[in-house]
């Protein structure tokens, strides 16, 4: 009678170590890591312990599930043997019922749901599971070394590391938002960053008949009288027709000329000359290195098809830009 005690006391105390494996694995798993880089920073040693077990992530997770199905096999061996020796033959089926309820209830799915998401739960078990992970470091190897010459056998290919794919990052911010965690804004934002390299600028540029230009002759004073009907401040100035655009004139360049019957030409800058098929991303470095807002859009025959301005390609990340100038039309560049 008493080593069925002790048996039972044995079975309590690996569920337990079973529930501890659980909640420590979805803790780990569900952790915020940028959350605990910064606490390493801050030089907790906790954090410390637990940013270098992210570093290779695969390696706790197999240990914990190593050591978490030992302890339930166990469980279940002595579960089993005192089932036998107390009912006869149908005590291996009283022992299995028994041992997947106390498994699902207590060793899995109550765990689980304490771990997950659990920061200050994460912390207090690092420890524990460096020790762990240090323990079964050889039969993690094994295992690993033998899943691999499997999933080669079978065509796949291995992951040396976890990967977060912007879909799993995408299905992270829906969820934030569903739980109000993160706004609808913040979501369409991070969208805006991942198809920001994907969208082409005759996407998102501004058609020649929205367009206000100027021809090279035009005086200071219908730039500035431009300038004031429209609310634009750059202009591109063409000489013959739209398909021989010459520069563009900014509306401040007029304020320190005297003479307002002078053509704009006088004061006139070069316009950055873009092709269609280029992506936004590649024009806003262009942009930027060149230091200029606004580009023309032409085909590759060069067709003038219409202008992209540094707004039309900072609102694909943030979207619509709206200021006091605007109506309901497009908007290229404003003062």
Avoid at 53 to 73: D, F, T
Avoid at 82 to 95: E, K, L, V
Avoid at 189 to 209: A, I, L, Q
Wanted: proline share 2%.
């Amino acid at each position: 009678m008493f080593w069925i005690i002790i048996s039972i006391v044995v079975i309590i105390c690996l569920i337990l170590l079973s529930a501890f494996f659980s909640s420590a694995e979805m803790a780990f798993i569900s952790i915020n890591r940028a959350v605990v880089k910064e606490k390493a920073r801050d030089g907790e040693k906790h954090a410390i312990i637990l940013d270098r077990l992210l570093q290779k992530p695969e390696n706790v997770v197999s240990a914990i599930v190593i050591g978490n199905n030992l302890v339930n096999i166990l469980a279940s061996i002595i579960a089993g043997t005192i089932a036998t020796i107390s009912f006869g033959n149908i005590g291996i089926g009283i022992a299995t019922v028994v041992m997947i309820l106390l498994v699902i209830i207590f060793g899995e799915s109550t765990p689980k749901s304490f771990g997950i998401r659990n920061m200050r739960f994460a912390l207090r078990v690092a420890r524990p599971l460096a020790f762990i992970t240090k323990v079964f470091h050889p039969v993690v190897l094994l295992l690993t070394s033998i899943s691999n010459v499997l999933i080669r056998l079978i065509g796949g290919k291995n992951r040396s590391r976890s990967i977060i794919t912007e879909r799993e990052i995408m299905a992270m911010m829906r969820l934030g938002e569903a739980e109000g965690t993160i706004e609808r804004d913040e979501r369409e934002m991070v969208k805006g960053v991942f198809k920001f390299d994907e969208t082409h600028v005759s996407e998102v540029y501004t058609p020649n008949d929205k367009v206000v230009f100027l021809q090279e002759n035009d005086t200071i004073a219908d730039l500035i009288q431009k300038s004031i009907q429209t609310g634009f401040s750059r202009f591109p100035v063409w000489r013959n027709n739209l398909d021989d655009i010459i520069g563009m004139v900014h509306v401040k360049d007029s304020f320190t000329v005297t003479e307002k019957s002078m053509p704009v030409k006088s004061i006139m800058r070069p316009i950055l000359k873009i092709d269609s098929s280029m992506k936004v991303d590649d024009v806003l470095r262009i942009m930027k290195a060149q230091k200029t807002h606004l580009a023309l859009l032409q085909t590759a025959e060069g067709k003038t098809r219409g202008l992209v301005s540094m707004e039309d390609v900072i609102e694909e990340i943030f979207g619509e830009i709206a200021d006091e100038h605007d109506t309901g039309s497009v908007s290229l560049e404003k003062k």
